[in-house]
């Protein structure tokens, strides 16, 4: 069988020279916590660079504290690595594409565009409460 154009790549993470490995450097020596919760993100994050779960979720895959986790995860939105959408104990973590991304090239800029705006593609906020609950208000951290 042979492997559709879409499936050919499906398995990477881009990490863009100038801005990736900055930031990722940055963070690295700012917050070196906050980088291991940023890695595992990378690690888990959908086509659309975004990681649907709970804190608890992150901090047992990766062997820490919920409350540690609970702290990179707020110093990464302060600092604009990722937005978040809350609805209990459950967030929508969506990286910033400008740093690392898992598609093509035209789904990045796109992305880029609504990620400055507070959303990235496809997660429109009607998608977001469906994900996350529709009859739920959202919380949303970053404007």
């Known amino acids: 069988m042979e492997e559709s154009k879409y ?10 020279r100038k801005e990736g490995i900055s930031a990722l450097r940055s963070l690295i020596h700012a917050q070196p916590t906050a980088a291991g919760v940023y890695l595992y993100l990378i ?4 086509t659309a660079n975004g990681y649907l779960c709970t ?5 047992g895959a990766i062997g820490v ?12 939105s302060d600092n ?3 937005l978040k959408f809350k609805r209990g104990s459950s967030f929508l973590i969506i990286l910033d594409p400008s740093v690392v991304w898992r598609s093509n090239a035209v789904w990045r800029d796109k992305a880029k565009d609504r990620f400055n705006s507070g959303l990235s593609i496809p997660y429109s906020v ?11 208000m959202l919380s949303i951290d970053n404007p």
Do not use: C, H
């Open 126 to 136: 009607e998608n977001i409460k469906v994900l996350m609950d529709k009859d739920t």
């Open 80 to 82: 604009q690595y990722i």
């Open 55 to 59: 804190l608890k979720d992150i901090a």
């Open 7 to 16: 499936m050919k790549n499906w398995d990477f993470v881009q990490l863009y």
């Open 65 to 76: 504290n919920p409350s540690t986790v609970t702290r990179a995860v707020q110093f990464l």
């Open 43 to 46: 690690s888990e994050m959908d």
